[in-house]
């Protein structure tokens, strides 16, 4: 079955939103109910990927007790770009966690579902999931800008952005990967080594790639918007670069919007019957 | 096997494999080690993409120690030139490349019972498990380290490090992969007591990364915690063999081997223990 797009009525993009926001606070509850139904396993969950995260950050603290200045980093910004990036992703998973599995719902013929009701049908099947582990991520991202990043309203606002900046890149970057899958199939396994690799170039100093590396981080893998944030926006408060990653994030999601409008055109049901609970 | 049939077999010089006999027993986990390393080698495809990501990470890796050598300003920090600690962590990551999902493996079999069928086949469940595990990590370990070997010969030159050293390498390797064995499967087994094993698996991964030198030779570390993490199981896994394969350091291969031996007797008997407790909770509803 080729899909039909449905147009978007003119006006009341307001409303819209609105109704989206309301659908969005419904699925958080109900992924929330649905974790907390196994208690134990999620806080389990939740403090193994506080500890984990807390692993990395020892890694970090034990290589600038040793080399405590490289190409103008210390420490802190590292420690700075890690509450960045937890808080970021753990945000977007949270609440749209099902970005990182959308290549296999696509090539797997699954979106019917969403096709049928009247929301968007990408932004409700991102809502579908939360992955319990990102609340640790989230927790752990706050905790460690509460710790060490000597908060104040100021800073803590320039926090948020950057946080919301950051979660709205890899939200937006997965989802333009992941819409791959229309066009070359099972994209499933290329999908997620292009998360992997905005995440895992992220959560390095963005001061120490150069040339090429440099202009394939503000293009293609786009970590190098999230990796100069701490030195950038934390600790010189420079509100244009601060713009200038904001920008980047609108329009990572806005392209990703568009590439998921544009690769239903080719979606083909996989008319799949089964129950949903 | 008819005694006629033996007799036959021993004359034709081949040793005799009584149902119960070690070497039998040894060949059976040997078919076991290829049949692993066979499962490894059939997903060329998927194992090539994800060399793409460990291209990736030394990637990062060189740029990263490119800037701290720059920075400090000296050819060699702690006895490692920039080429010695690239091709370091080039053999850090293949080890770490090439660990199968074993903790998940054992975890899912738990839950789902298959592991009460295979208690009554003609083989330890354990030796399978350290067979299978040790075949299918010699075939990701070997891509993993020419995948990466090549990627970083482009960028700071062939290995520095001497033939001579790979025979105490393979014997570190193994006896590391060993304790690696004896505590991944420990971890798996959590899985006869917790819901979710998943977080401990995270915990021990982050723990042989940060600990094992994974990232950082322990030369790097605040001296008290290099002298830890020194004794530790991690280390042995990961830093040991990879120092001794580099070279260079004040690491000497006999008191390795006399600390991995050590700690294969221990993790060893601890799996033992974690797998008879947890046997006995094994219910068999037919089926």
């Known amino acids: ?277 | 096997m008819s005694s006629g049939a033996a007799a036959v077999q021993a004359a034709q010089g081949r040793p005799r494999l009584t149902p119960g006999s070690p070497l039998r027993r040894v060949r059976k986990y040997f078919a076991v080690a290829r049949m692993g390393f066979a499962t490894a080698t059939a997903y060329r495809k998927e194992y090539m993409l994800r060399s793409v990501f460990l291209v990736l990470i030394l990637y990062v890796f060189t740029v990263l120690w490119r800037a701290v050598y720059s920075t400090t300003g000296t050819a060699v920090i702690e006895g490692f030139s920039l080429r010695d600690m690239v091709w370091y962590l080039v053999i850090t990551e293949s080890i770490v490349f090439s660990r199968p999902r074993l903790a998940s493996r054992i975890d899912e079999e738990v839950k789902s019972g298959t592991l009460a069928y295979t208690l009554v086949r003609p083989y330890s469940y354990m030796l399978f498990h350290y067979a299978h595990t040790l075949g299918e990590s010699a075939a990701r370990g070997l891509m993993s380290f020419l995948v990466g070997g090549a990627a970083v010969t482009t960028i700071v030159g062939p290995p520095p490090f001497a033939l001579a050293n790979a025979g105490v390498f393979v014997v570190a390797l193994w006896l590391g992969a060993t304790i690696d064995f004896l505590m991944t499967f420990s971890v798996g087994l959590l899985a006869f007591w917790v819901e979710e094993t998943s977080p401990f698996v995270l915990i021990h991964d982050r723990l042989l990364m940060l600990l094992g030198g994974m990232m950082l030779p322990l030369e790097i570390f605040p001296p008290l915690l290099r002298s830890i993490a020194g004794w530790l199981p991690m280390s042995m896994v990961l830093y040991a063999p990879a120092r001794l394969l580099v070279g260079g350091g004040d690491l000497l291969p006999g008191r390795v081997f006399v600390i991995q031996a050590a700690w294969v007797l221990l993790a060893g008997a601890i799996s033992v223990a974690i797998f008879r407790a947890g046997a006995k909770r094994v219910t068999v509803h037919g089926g």
């Open chain 1, 1 to 277: 079955m080729a899909a039909r797009v449905p147009a978007a009525p003119v006006g009341g993009a307001t409303k819209r939103l609105l109704g989206h926001l309301r659908l969005l606070r419904a699925y958080l509850g109900a992924n929330l109910s649905m974790a907390m139904e196994y208690r134990a396993a999620f806080f389990a969950q939740v403090f193994g990927m506080m500890l984990n995260n807390s692993l990395w950050l020892a890694y970090w603290v034990l290589f600038f007790h040793r080399f405590p200045v490289v190409r103008g980093w210390e420490r802190e910004d590292v420690l700075m770009l890690w509450a960045v990036i937890a808080t970021g992703f753990g945000l977007a998973t949270v609440l749209f966690g099902a970005w990182r599995t959308l290549a296999r719902l696509i090539a797997e013929g699954q979106l019917d579902y969403y096709l049928v009701l009247p929301k968007s049908p990408l932004w409700h099947a991102l809502m579908t999931r939360a992955s319990p582990s990102s609340w640790g991520d989230l927790v752990f991202g706050l905790a460690v800008f509460a710790v060490w990043g000597a908060p104040t309203w100021p800073r803590a606002a320039l926090f948020a952005v950057s946080a919301l900046a950051c979660g709205a890149i890899l939200l937006g970057s997965g989802i333009v990967y992941n819409s791959l899958a229309f066009f070359v199939g099972h994209a499933e396994a290329l999908a997620l080594q292009m998360e992997n690799a905005v995440i895992h170039f992220s959560t390095y100093p963005g001061a120490i790639f150069g040339g090429a590396a440099r202009l394939l981080l503000f293009t293609v893998v786009p970590a190098g918007f999230i990796n100069h944030l701490p030195v950038a926006v934390l600790r010189h408060a420079d509100l244009g670069f601060m713009a200038f990653a904001a920008l980047a994030a609108a329009a990572w999601i806005i392209g990703g919007q568009l590439l998921f409008r544009a690769g239903l055109r080719r979606y083909e049901s996989g008319n799949l019957i089964g129950p949903r609970m």
